[in-house]
């Protein structure tokens, strides 16, 4: 996943006809350490989107703005718009990431 470092990047990315995941996370979260054990085999199946990350603490007013409130988060933009979020609660185990993706599809 390519790092998103600043909003007009982040803006840029999100505004695509292809579909984007962007993961919020920090450096200093043990179940975002924990998603990147097991996530880059579920981007290889997904090859249907382009996955950002997005350091939370370094670009906090964007979190804010789409309600990222737990970490690690996925939010899929399409067109400029948040068309799904997966909240960290629901985000601990590659299950749920998959069945996410499956029901928005």
Request: charge should be negative; include cysteine.
């Amino acid at each position: 996943m390519k790092l998103i470092e600043d909003k007009t990047t982040f803006e840029q990315l999100i505004a695509k006809e292809k579909p984007v995941i962007v993961k919020f996370f920090t450096t200093w979260c043990p179940d975002c350490r924990r998603m990147d054990m097991f996530i880059d085999d579920i981007i290889k199946e997904h090859d249907e989107y382009d996955w950002y990350e997005l350091n939370k603490d370094e670009l906090p007013d964007i979190s804010d703005q789409y309600d990222v409130m737990g970490i690690p988060s996925l939010l899929i933009f399409k067109n400029g718009k948040k068309i799904a979020h997966l909240h960290s609660a629901n985000a601990k185990s590659p299950e749920q990431v998959q069945d996410f993706l499956q029901n928005n599809k």
